[in-house]
């Protein structure tokens, strides 16, 4: 997958995607990242990117000039098709099935303000979708940017080691809170590990785990859960853990 970034910052970006399995994704070529700045598509001596807002008010907005000649040429350097995304507050809440679609396209371009933000004009005329990753404000795109590169990366096939997609598990296949996790010393003045995950009884261990998930979705993450769509093993496992909901 390629995916092409317009910042202001492309340091940050490339940066934040150097290390962990973001930064090994790229080196084996299964993610291609880009950045591209408006700046060095801005004209005159002083290369402006902003300027006031029509209206008053603080701040600055970003010109539709230097964006469009930046997106034009992140156009021009590859064929494939790509949806343009602008990361803001007011977008889309990102959800791990959007992640899963993103994941699944050749090539997507993402957008990122600063300051107040982009004239409207472009986003209406070159945005095809605006994602927010959160009810909070930041300084600008690039977090969010980051934090999509970082998710969409991590489900290319060949991404993730074996012991890596063990954990992907949980969330990927049913949408469930992760279970707790312990290792050693299996005896410890903050606690004991529990004594079903030191049983070698590895039908019992699976079972605790998805109780363990089950309730501390229920308990922390009732909006995930439909409680109703449970299956009848899951139901009576949840019941069983609300009786004793200690891990
Ligand atoms: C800044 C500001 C300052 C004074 C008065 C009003 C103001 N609004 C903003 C503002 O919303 N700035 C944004 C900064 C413009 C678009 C890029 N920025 C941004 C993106 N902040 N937070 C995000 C973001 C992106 C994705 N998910 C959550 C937040």
Known sequence: MRIDVITLFPDFLAQSAALGVVGRAQERGLMSLHGWNPRDYAEGNYRRVDDRPFGGGP???????PLQACLEAVRAADPQPAPVIYLSPQGKPLTQARVRELAALPRMILLCGRYEGVDERFLASAVDEEISIGDYVLSGGELGAAVIVDAV?????????????????????DGLLDCPHYSQ??????????????????????????????????????DLLDESSLSKADKALLAEARKDPRP
């Open 59 to 65: 701040g600055m907005v970003m010109l539709i000039e």
């Open 153 to 173: 990366t991590r489900l290319q096939e060949g991404a993730l080691n074996d012991a890596e997609s063990a954990v992907q598990d949980s969330f990927e296949g």
């Open 185 to 222: 010393p299996a005896s410890h003045p903050l606690g004991d590990v529990p004594d079903v995950l030191r049983s070698g009884n590895h039908a019992a261990i699976a079972r605790w785990r998805r109780q363990q998930s089950l309730l501390r979705t229920a308990q922390r993450r009732p």
